[in-house]
């Protein structure tokens, strides 16, 4: 039998996009775009989550611990589109398994699914751009004022609509 995915996801294209993908490469998949349609699902046997970090209101980092409990899943992998350290120490300390960046490629998806064994990351040998430092410094100290922009902002001694325009830019660190 199939292993079965949940995706829980808000964006209803990328979550179709991924539920196609993983169905051709023979995964059962169960999506949640809301957070009523997870609160309806089943607890049936599921192996892997793929979860959303910022999950509607929702902070993703909130929902791994019960996720775990309710499913218990072999794998439950972090797909943020606001990849930093930050976010990720943060949600493999909560207990996710993985993190990866949004958008993500299926070779990489379905290996992350498959690796059964953690394998150590591979390091660069490129040191951060200025650019990325900015982006982890923004990212830790959002994390510690749990996503409050506004607390951020005052902390980071800059104007709130200055961190908001940093924050909808594309992660340096996807580049």
């Known amino acids: 039998m199939a292993d079965t995915v949940l995706i829980i996801d808000d964006d209803i294209n990328l979550l179709q996009a991924l539920s196609s993908r993983l169905e051709r490469a023979g995964y059962q998949v ?6 009523a349609e997870l609160d309806m699902q089943p607890c049936a046997q599921v192996d892997h989550i793929l979860l959303d970090l910022k999950f509607g209101e929702t902070n993703g980092l ?3 611990k ?3 409990m309710r499913f ?3 794998n439950l992998v972090i797909l943020t ?8 120490v943060a949600a493999i300390k909560a207990g996710a398994t993985d993190y990866l ?3 993500i490629q299926t070779q990489v998806l379905l290996q992350t699914l498959a690796t059964d064994e953690e394998l150590p990351p591979e390091l660069s040998d490129q040191p951060l751009t200025p650019a ?3 982006w982890e410094h923004i990212q830790r100290v959002m994390q510690e004022h749990q996503g409050n922009i506004s607390a951020t902002a ?3 001694g800059m104007h709130r609509r200055t961190l908001q325009r940093k924050l909808s830019k594309h992660s340096p660190l996807k580049q």
């Open 132 to 134: 990325q430092l900015e």
């Open 72 to 74: 218990n899943p072999k």
């Open 101 to 103: 960046a949004k958008p």
């Open 62 to 64: 909130e929902l791994i």
């Open 81 to 88: 589109g606001y990849a930093s350290l930050a976010t990720s």
């Open 30 to 35: 169960v999506t949640a775009a809301t957070k």
């Open 154 to 156: 005052r902390a980071l």
């Open 66 to 68: 019960p996720l775990k």
